[in-house]
């Protein structure tokens, strides 16, 4: 069986809620999905998950949460090959935040993208303004993202 690791990156929550809601979607295509909410560089190269999602709201200016910050210094110090890693992004802001709305999902995908990894079709940003419950954006999206990207299990 397949495996997806959901990686999360919240303050209040939302971002994990989304990943909780998304779970189902995939076990219906036929993956093991494990949630983690302290992420660790780990679990995007040691090879145990063929595809990974990130969950990432942002807070302070931009910044990421703090249970996500330690994942980013990894990233960062032990600047790991991800040629193999394919992603999907779905990033939660409030865009009364103006130039940093969804800052830590932007900085996050540029950092993957840097280290070689391949997102699977685009960034989702969950405008807090705009939608009131992030998994009602969440979940069409990732049932499209998983028709478009054919991760059925036959
Ligand atoms: C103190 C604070 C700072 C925030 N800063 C930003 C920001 O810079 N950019 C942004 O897009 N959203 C910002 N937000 C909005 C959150 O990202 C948004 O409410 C998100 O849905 C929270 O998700 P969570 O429940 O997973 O933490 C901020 C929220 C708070 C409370």
């Known amino acids: ?6 990686l999360v990156g919240t303050m209040y929550g939302g971002a994990l809620d989304v990943a909780e809601q998304v779970k ?13 909410e302290q992420p660790s560089v780990d679990d995007i190269v040691s090879g145990d998950a063929d595809l990974a999602l990130f969950c990432v709201s942002t807070t302070g200016s931009g910044d990421f949460p703090g249970s996500f910050v330690p994942f980013v210094r990894q990233l960062r110090d032990q600047s790991p090959a991800l040629t193999t890693l394919r992603y999907g992004l779905i990033a939660l802001g409030d865009s009364s935040y103006g130039d940093t709305f969804c800052g830590a999902g932007r900085a996050l995908d540029e950092l993957l993208a840097d280290h070689g990894a391949t997102r699977l079709g ?24 998983i028709v478009a990207q054919q991760l059925e299990v036959a």
């Open 122 to 145: 685009e960034r989702l940003e969950i405008d807090a303004m705009e939608t009131f419950m992030a998994d009602d954006a969440a979940v069409p999206w990732v049932e499209e993202w």
């Open 24 to 36: 189902p979607l995939f076990e219906q295509a036929g993956y093991a999905v494990e949630i983690i």
């Open 1 to 6: 069986m397949p495996k997806l690791n959901i």
